[in-house]
């Protein structure tokens, strides 16, 4: 009798082509609008044909959606590890705040790629992915805040819904800035100043 057909190696193959493919992507989103690049561009970084692209992914929505996958994987991974760093829940959102803000200046290609999606008027399975990575998101921040809160260490009466809404609106507005200046060099001193300010805004008065 014949071994069976071991098919792990094949199956391994492909995840690291695919892998190659999201890695191509986010390197060329991090020089232009992700709107321009096209399965041609993906394969010529990475020196194979474009069929070889369409071997491992069906469409090139399918490529975007393993890209929004792997920004989920890798992004909540890191908020989560750094909001139990945190010696206080206000610490754990400080850390939170900049691991965010090490992600864009590690993988600038990231914001443009999500601010790209979130223009489209239709609701797109793509979109609905980002929706769903920034509520994981607003849940790793609802418990902070709500662990600061049984501790006593939020203003009376804060909208924490609010403060999560513009932790996450305060992280956006220094990226869209980094990325107008084209220029992510300052963007880490000038988080550091304003989680500073937002943890002051929010925090118990004594």
């Given amino acids: 009798m014949k071994p069976p057909i071991e098919a792990t190696p094949v199956r391994q ?3 690291i082509r695919r892998a190659e493919i999201v890695a191509a992507v986010l390197r060329l ?11 041609g561009d993906m394969a010529a970084e990475l020196g194979f044909s474009q069929g070889a692209v369409f071997r ?9 959606m393993a890209v929004l996958d792997w920004v989920d994987a890798e992004l909540i991974a890191a908020l989560d590890a750094a909001a139990q760093q945190g010696a206080t ?4 959102l400080e850390r939170v705040f900049m691991a965010h803000i090490r992600f864009v200046v590690a993988s600038p290609g990231v ?3 999500i601010f790209h999606e979130l223009q489209h008027p239709d609701d797109t399975p ?10 994981r998101y607003r849940q790793i921040l609802a418990r902070l805040l709500d662990a600061a809160a049984d501790r006593g260490l939020l203003l009376a009466g804060l909208d924490r819904q ?6 996450i609106g305060t992280i956006q507005g220094l990226v869209m800035q980094s990325m107008l200046a084209a220029d992510a060099s300052a963007i880490e001193d000038d988080a550091r100043r304003v989680v500073a300010l937002y943890l002051h805004a929010i925090g ?3």
């Avoid at 491992?56 to 975007?64: E, N, S, T, V």
């Avoid at 793509?126 to 509520?135: I, M, N, P, W």
Wanted: glycine share 4%; no cysteine; hydrophobic share 45%.
């Fill in 13 to 15: 193959s492909t995840e």
């Fill in 29 to 39: 989103a991090a020089t232009r609008s992700p709107a321009a690049i096209t399965t």
């Fill in 56 to 64: 491992h992914f069906p469409a090139k929505d399918a490529i975007w």
């Fill in 89 to 92: 829940p206000l610490e754990g």
């Fill in 111 to 113: 914001p443009r790629i």
């Fill in 126 to 135: 793509l979109k609905q992915r980002v929706r769903a990575l920034l509520g």
């Fill in 162 to 167: 609010a403060a999560a809404t513009l932790f």
């Fill in 204 to 206: 118990e008065k004594s």
